[in-house]
């Protein structure tokens, strides 16, 4: 089975701030990662595809970039409906492993 | 609008059993991937089980195999995870998800939730 280990698990940062969080396969994906974000007590939201592509409709400061097995998504100037934890996922192969998670908070 | 609406959640004593139904609206329902994920309660995401929009290509996590069944009935878009044999360790928020493509792909829409407590 694939692991994917994403880092930090916690980040403080501030509104305006630039984010990156990383993601890291135990062995080769292709291009198959995505990136969610989930508030709290909500569902998961699909934000980028195949690495690097933005789902519609979310703002063009969330990017993805990597291969093989480092990837990362960045957030370009941090917004207050930002603050949330971010999840990978692989689906180079089944089981469609996530990480664990990052949270991302208010400094 | 794509929606996805779970049921059947509820409260289950060690080893009983629950069924969770997933409605699906707003896309062709059986042009996708269907997928069950779940998150206990302050934890990530851990996916379940994953199939094939005809039925027959299914996919289980190891914590499940042997205990839970996944389904579906497209004439009425209706997705399925029997669960049998429940531990504590199923306590959790399910979700189901649908793929991007017929394919599988990111899971694109999620349904809101239902709640499995497991609890004697």
């Known amino acids: 089975d694939i692991q994917l280990t994403q880092s930090p698990s916690f980040l403080s940062a501030s509104v305006g701030d630039r984010v990156t969080i990383t993601c890291r396969a135990s062995q080769v994906i292709r291009s198959y990662l995505a990136w969610y974000q989930q508030k709290e007590g909500k569902a998961p939201k699909l934000l980028i595809y195949?690495?690097?592509t933005l789902q519609r409709g979310v703002p063009s400061r969330f990017s993805g970039s990597g291969s093989g097995t480092g990837f990362t998504l960045t957030i370009s100037s941090l917004q207050p409906e930002d603050f949330a934890t971010y999840y990978c996922q692989q689906l180079n192969a089944y089981p469609h492993s996530f990480g664990q998670g990052t949270k991302v908070e208010i400094k | 609008e794509v929606q996805l609406v779970e049921s059947g959640g509820g409260l289950v004593q060690p080893g009983g059993s629950l069924r969770l139904s997933c409605l699906g609206s707003?896309?062709?329902?059986?042009?996708?991937?269907l997928h069950w994920v779940r998150q206990a309660p302050g934890k990530g995401l851990e996916w379940v089980s994953s199939?094939?929009?005809?039925?027959?290509?299914?996919h289980y996590a190891d914590s499940v195999r042997g205990r839970f069944t996944i389904s579906r009935d497209n004439r009425k878009n209706s997705l399925f995870l029997q669960m049998d044999n429940l531990r504590i360790d199923d306590m959790a928020s399910y979700f189901c998800a649908k793929g991007m493509g017929i394919l599988g792909g990111a899971f694109d829409y999620w349904g809101q939730g239902t709640l499995v407590a497991v609890s004697s």
């Open positions: 195949a690495t690097s």
């Open positions: 199939i094939s929009w005809n039925g027959r290509d299914i």
């Open positions: 707003g896309f062709i329902f059986d042009d996708f991937v």
